[in-house]
Structures are given as C-alpha cells and as structure tokens.
C-alpha cells in the first residue's frame, strides 16, 4: 500500500474503497456475482488481492459494502428534502422522474439485481433490507404528513409507498432491460407521467366514471 500523507489519509481511503465498489459492481453485473473471484474484483480495481483484503476481508463484506453505497432508488430522505414546498401532485412527479433518472443512471446495479435476486432469496431479503424497506418507510411517512391520519385509516400507507416504489421498478426492468420498449415504445416523459397520474388519479382520472 503506497504512503500517503496523514492529511491525506481519510479521501485516500475513502477513494480506494469507491474504487473498489465500482470495479465489484461492474464486474458482477457482467458476469455474476458467484463466477467473479476477489482476485478479478482486485485485478478491475489496479490493485493486489491482498491489498483488496486490507479494505474488505470477505466477499460478503465487499457486497454490504455495494449495496450501502448504491442504491436501486434515490436517497428518499434527501429527495423530500429537496420536494418540499411543491404541491403533492408536484412532488410525486418529481420523485418518480427522480427514481427512474436514478435507475437509468445506476444500469450496472440494475443489472446485478436482475442477474442476481430472483435466484437466491437470502440476498433477495437482504436487499429489501438495505434498499426497500427504509426507502418505503419515509415514503410512507411522507403520505401520511401529506395526507393526514385519517387517510391513513383508510389505506395503508406502506403499501401505497411500495406500490409507487414498486412500479417505477418494474416498468423499468421491463421497458428498458428486458426490451419490452423495443416492441412498445414509450417517451420517458410519458412512462414518468403515467406512473405518477395513476398514482394520484387512477387510470380513470378525476372524471366521473363511465358506465
């Protein structure tokens, strides 16, 4: 391991570390996560396995370290954060325009989900873990700050959170990766749209409903 300077030391690290998550990620969307030895996530990385080992002392510990840096969704919190003051209609357009620029721009991650969940529940449980469950508890939480507990009487607010979370992924998986928008082309807008007009709305609208 090179020297580095005290000062330096903490971004150093922080930057090898990345590095090596990068590389991991890369190469287990590719690949898969079992057929990929450390010693392959080392060679991607410019580093020794060795000195891989020095960072994360197992596989398993390299993977918790991939899904805690990324994400199939956008940091909810942060997200919220940043839709306060919109209108609700607003801000769930924007959370799902937010949420499916993020899948698009984490396409390796997607890759390793779809390559790597359906076939193991253990990492399946963990990923709704590290990724689904927080994300669906803020979202939850804000429904009910926006809605109200009376609302909340009436539905579950969890569910309407993972049924929002839940079909931004699966239209994405289906339009973008597994091709379905090669023989059903759709606009991003329009897809975004959509999502977030059913959401709010229903697929009737606000209109009276037709007999």
Known sequence: MPKVAASERDAFYEGRR???????????????????????????????KGTLYLYFPSKQALLEEVLRRYS?????????????GLSFEDAVHGFVRAA???????RDLVL?????????????????????????????????????????????FIVAGRGLIGTVILLFLTQEMLGAGRFLPVDEPQITDTIAQVFLHGVMGSGETKG
């Open 100 to 106: 499916w620029r993020h899948l698009s721009e984490h």
């Open 72 to 84: 199939l969704l956008p940091n909810i919190q942060n997200l919220t954060a940043n839709l306060a």
């Open 112 to 156: 390793l989900a779809l390559r790597e969940l359906p076939s193991n529940i253990d990492r399946a449980r963990q990923a709704a873990e590290h990724i689904l469950v927080p994300a669906n508890r803020l979202i939850a939480t804000y429904l009910e700050q926006q809605l109200g507990a009376e609302r909340g009487r009436e539905i579950s």
């Open 18 to 48: 990345t590095e090596i998550a990068e590389a991991a990620l890369r190469l287990w969307a590719e690949g898969g996560f079992d057929a990929t030895s450390m010693a392959a996530v080392a060679e991607a990385a410019g580093i020794s």
